[in-house]
């Protein structure tokens, strides 16, 4: 469904990985679903490295539990120690964000 939305809009995958596009839609978790195949891995298997997408996961679901090690949204903020600072923008803010891209750390997932 994500890959069909994204090309409607007129998105075109290249191989290179983390370029600049316009649209990037991520299924991130769907309860205690787990997939992990070809065409879809849940939940998402880099969301609980990533700050950008843990913190406002926890302003909507702090209690949110991850499926394979228990841990919720919150505590795994806590552990997650990566030097990156995530801030809301405010509507009026002019111009595009500029946000530092982060280079994977090779930290594997809280709790393996």
Known sequence: M???????????????RNEPRELDLDLLILGDTRIDDARLTLPHPRM????????????????LRDPVTGRTVGEILDWLDDGFEVRRFSADEAGPAIIPFAEPTGLEHPGR
């Open 48 to 63: 609980w490295e990533r700050r950008f997408v843990l913190c406002p996961l926890a302003e909507i679901a702090p209690e």
């Open 2 to 16: 994500g890959l069909e939305i994204e090309r409607r809009v007129g998105r075109v995958r290249s191989a290179a």
